[in-house]
C-alpha cells in the first residue's frame, strides 16, 4: 500500500461567468490553478489562506463536488476522476467531508438519527436493527448521548451539532476525510472540544485529515504539514514545525504577522500586509501576490514562479523568486 | 479626573413569554478619556446587549429595567426621545459588525455620511461632502472623491468597515462603541483595521469600548478589559493583568482553550459543556456548572464583583468569584 493517499496532479476548476440573455460565456473565476497536492496516509494536511483563495474549492474539488476543469486525481490506488457508476459509490464512502456551518450543513426536517442513518441507507448497508444500533454508537463516539436520536438538529447547540456532522462523516469509517472550516463558526471553549474530538478520532480510526482553515493558530495546533494558498495557488509547503521556524514565502510571513496574540499588550503591528485580495477573475500577471509584496523583483509582474524545494530542506516547497533571506541580510 | 463613561448597575430585561429573562445583570464599569474598555465573551453573554442599552437601541420585549449610564456628567438613560436622536451617532457612535447590513445599499455612501453630519453639525451641502472625505481619506480610503458618490456593494468588506469607521468618527463623537468590529474580516484585513484603529486613537484621543469573542483581538487594542458570561461581569482589570494572571476560572479557561501559535499542547484544555440556555442558568454564579473549582456557596448565592487587593500593582481589578485562582 503506498504512503499517499491522495494525489492531485495539475488540478483547475475554473467557473463560467455567463451574462446576458444567452447566457455567453463572458469569462472565467479562476477558482483553483494548476494545484499540485498529495496528501500521506495518516497525516493532517493543513490548507491556509484568506476568503476567497480558493480553498473551499479546492476541497469540493477533491471529493468531486466539483468536477475539475482539469487535472488528475489519484485516491488510494485508483483514478478518482475517472470512476463511474457503482465503483465511484464505492470509492466515495472513504473520503467524508465536514463542512462549515453547521447550521446549514443539517437537514432541519430529519431527526439526528435520521442524518446519520442516511449514509447506510445511500450505500445500502446493514440491515434496519443495526444500522439503529451504529447510530447510537456513532452518536456516543462523538460525546452525544444516544438517546437523543430523535431529536432535531435545531434542538442543538452549535457544538453539538458539529459533532453530529462528525458522526455523519466518520459513518462509513472513510479513510480520508476533508474538514472544510470545520471550527470556525464556534466560540472558542466549544471550539476546542471539538478540535480535541477530531484528534481522538483520528488516533482511533487512524483517520487522514486535510483540514482547511484560516486561523493560522488552529492550523497549528491540529496539522502535521501545511499548505498555504493565496489566489488560486499553493504559495508554500512545508511540515508544521519547519513552516513556522522558517516561513519562506512573503505571504506566509505576513500571514503569521498579522495574527494577533495573547499578552503581549498593546504594540504596534508590524508588516501589515497592504491592499487586498485581487479578483480571480482578472489575477495580477506573474506571481499573484506581487502587487502586495514588499520583497518583489522584477520577474515578480512578469514570471508566474513555481513550487519548488528550498535548497536547505528539501521537503519544503515555495513558489517565490525572491530569496528572503539574502534580501533580509542585505537590508541589515 | 471624571471619567468619561460612567456605566452603573446596569440591567437589561427581556420579557419573554415563558418569563423575564435578564440579558444583562447589574453590569458596572467606567472608561476615561482616552481610553479602551474590551468586553469580552462568548456568544449569548450580554455583551452586544449591554452596547445596544448604551445606545437605548433596545426594542421590545426587551427593557433596560435599571441602571444609570453617564456621559460626561450627563445621564444619557434621562435623556428624551428627541435629545437621544442628538445623541446617537453624535455624541456617541457606534460601529457594528456587519458592514453590509449596517450601511444602506441603496443609498451612496457619501450620502449616508452627509445625512449624519448635516443633522449633528449642521454643515452645508458642500462642507458636509467636505467633511466626509476628509474622513474616509483618514481611515485609508483609496481615491476617496469617487467612493463618495459608490454604493456599498461596490466596496470591498475591509474598505466597508473602514467607511464605518469613518462614518462614526465624522461627528467627533465623546464616545465610540466598536460591537466585533473585525470580526467579518480576514486576518491580514482585520490587522489592517485593528492598525487603523490604534493609529486614530492616538491622533483623536478617542474613548472607545470595544466589543469582541477575540482575546487576541482585546490584547492588542484595549487598556482594561470586562469578561462577561451568562450576562454577568466575571472579571475587570488591566488588560495585561487579566491575559497573563486571570483570576477567575472562566477568564483562565477561555485563554487555555484558545491555540496559541509557539505553545503547542497535544490537547487543549476545554471548557467542559456548552453555554447553558439563558432560562437554564445556575441559580447562584452563572458559571457553576461548568466550573472546575465549584464550591457550594456557588450554587446558591450570586458572587458579587468585588475589588482584589493586588499589593504589586496599583491598577484596580476585581472579580466576581468565592474561589478564585
Redesign the interface.
Known amino acids: 500500500m503506498s504512503d499517499i493517499i491522495l494525489e492531485a496532479t495539475a488540478i483547475k476548476k475554473h467557473f463560467p461567468i455567463r451574462k446576458g440573455f444567452f447566457m455567453r460565456e463572458t469569462g472565467q473565476v479562476k477558482a483553483v490553478e494548476e494545484i499540485n497536492l498529495s496528501i500521506r496516509r495518516g497525516e493532517t494536511l493543513g490548507l491556509v489562506g484568506?476568503?476567497g483563495c480558493g480553498k473551499s474549492t479546492l476541497g469540493r474539488t477533491l471529493i468531486r463536488l466539483y468536477e475539475p476543469t482539469s487535472g488528475s486525481i489519484q485516491f488510494d490506488g485508483a483514478d478518482f476522476l475517472n470512476l463511474k457508476g457503482e465503483a465511484l459509490r464505492k470509492k466515495r464512502r472513504d473520503i467524508q467531508m465536514i463542512f462549515q456551518d453547521p447550521y446549514a450543513s443539517l437537514d432541519t426536517r430529519m431527526t439526528i438519527g435520521q442524518i446519520v442513518e442516511q449514509p447506510f441507507k445511500i450505500h445500502g448497508l446493514l440491515e434496519k436493527n443495526e444500522r439503529e444500533s451504529r447510530v447510537k454508537q456513532l452518536l456516543e463516539l462523538v460525546g452525544l448521548k444516544a438517546s437523543h436520536v430523535n431529536r432535531y438538529p435545531h434542538e442543538f447547540?452549535g457544538?453539538?451539532r458539529q459533532r453530529i456532522s462528525i458522526a455523519r462523516a466518520i459513518s462509513l469509517n472513510p479513510k480520508l476525510i476533508i474538514c472544510d472550516e470545520p471550527v470556525s463558526a464556534l466560540?472558542?471553549?466549544?471550539?476546542?472540544?471539538i478540535?480535541?474530538l477530531l484528534?481522538d478520532l483520528q488516533d482511533r480510526f487512524k483517520l487522514t485529515y486535510l483540514f482547511i482553515s484560516?486561523?493560522?493558530?488552529?492550523i497549528?495546533?491540529v496539522c502535521d504539514r501545511i499548505a498555504v494558498m493565496y489566489l488560486g495557488r499553493i504559495v508554500e509547503v512545508a511540515s508544521r514545525d519547519e513552516l513556522?521556524k522558517n516561513p519562506s514565502h512573503p505571504y506566509t510571513r505576513?500571514?503569521?504577522?498579522?495574527?494577533?496574540?495573547?499578552?503581549?499588550?498593546?504594540?504596534?503591528?508590524q508588516k501589515?500586509?497592504?491592499g487586498?485580495?485581487p479578483s480571480p477573475i482578472n489575477p495580477p500577471s506573474g506571481c499573484a501576490f506581487h502587487p502586495r509584496c514588499t520583497y518583489k523583483i522584477k520577474e515578480c509582474s512578469e514570471i508566474n514562479p513555481q513550487l519548488k524545494s528550498l535548497t536547505t530542506s528539501a521537503a519544503h516547497f515555495k513558489a517565490c523568486h525572491v530569496n528572503l533571506d539574502t534580501h533580509l541580510k542585505e537590508i541589515l | 479626573m471624571k471619567p468619561v463613561v460612567q456605566v452603573k448597575d446596569l440591567e437589561t430585561t427581556f420579557f419573554l413569554k415563558s418569563g423575564p429573562f435578564r440579558a444583562v445583570n447589574r453590569i458596572s464599569y467606567e472608561i476615561n478619556k482616552g481610553e479602551t474598555l474590551g468586553i469580552v465573551g462568548e456568544s449569548g453573554c450580554g455583551k452586544s446587549v449591554t452596547s445596544f442599552s448604551l445606545m437605548r437601541l433596545i426594542d421590545r420585549p426587551g427593557k433596560v429595567t435599571h441602571g444609570e449610564f453617564n456621559l460626561n456628567g450627563e445621564n444619557v438613560f434621562g435623556f428624551s426621545e428627541s435629545q437621544m436622536e442628538n445623541t446617537r451617532g453624535g455624541k456617541v457612535a457606534m460601529i457594528f459588525q456587519e458592514p453590509m447590513t449596517a450601511l444602506n445599499p441603496v443609498l451612496t455612501i457619501g450620502y449616508q455620511m452627509d445625512e449624519q453630519i448635516q443633522k449633528h453639525l449642521k454643515y452645508s451641502n458642500k462642507d458636509s461632502r467636505d467633511r466626509a472625505i476628509e474622513m474616509l481619506e483618514l481611515v485609508g480610503i483609496p481615491s476617496a472623491k469617487e467612493r463618495y458618490d459608490s454604493y456599498p456593494h461596490h466596496l470591498s468588506g475591509g474598505m466597508r468597515q473602514r467607511a464605518m469607521i469613518a462614518m462614526a468618527l465624522s461627528c467627533n463623537p465623546q464616545f465610540l462603541i466598536a460591537d466585533e468590529p473585525t470580526t467579518a474580516l480576514d486576518v491580514t484585513i482585520q490587522a489592517q483595521i485593528l492598525e487603523l484603529f490604534q493609529s486614530l486613537q492616538e491622533k483623536m484621543n478617542m474613548t472607545v469600548q470595544f466589543i469582541t469573542h477575540d482575546l487576541g483581538v482585546i490584547s492588542e487594542v484595549s487598556d482594561k478589559v470586562l469578561v462577561m458570561y451568562g450576562g454577568h461581569a466575571c472579571e475587570t482589570g488591566s488588560t495585561t493583568d487579566i491575559l497573563t494572571s486571570p483570576r477567575h476560572p472562566y477568564t483562565a479557561a477561555l485563554i487555555e482553550s484558545r491555540p496559541k501559535m509557539g505553545h503547542r499542547v497535544s490537547r487543549l484544555k476545554t471548557i467542559s459543556g456548552s453555554v447553558p440556555a439563558p432560562h437554564e442558568l445556575p441559580k447562584g454564579c452563572p458559571f457553576a456548572n461548568r466550573c472546575p473549582n465549584v464550591l457550594s456557596e456557588c450554587w446558591n448565592f450570586k458572587p458579587q464583583l468585588l475589588p482584589l487587593v493586588v499589593a504589586s500593582t496599583t491598577a484596580t481589578r476585581s472579580v466576581a468569584c468565592f474561589n478564585p485562582l
Open positions: 484568506e476568503s447547540s457544538g453539538q466560540d472558542v471553549s466549544i471550539q476546542a472540544q478540535l480535541n484528534k484560516h486561523d493560522l493558530s488552529v497549528e495546533h513556522f505576513a500571514l503569521m504577522s498579522s495574527i494577533p496574540n495573547i499578552g503581549q499588550g498593546k504594540k504596534k503591528m501589515i500586509l497592504k487586498e485580495i
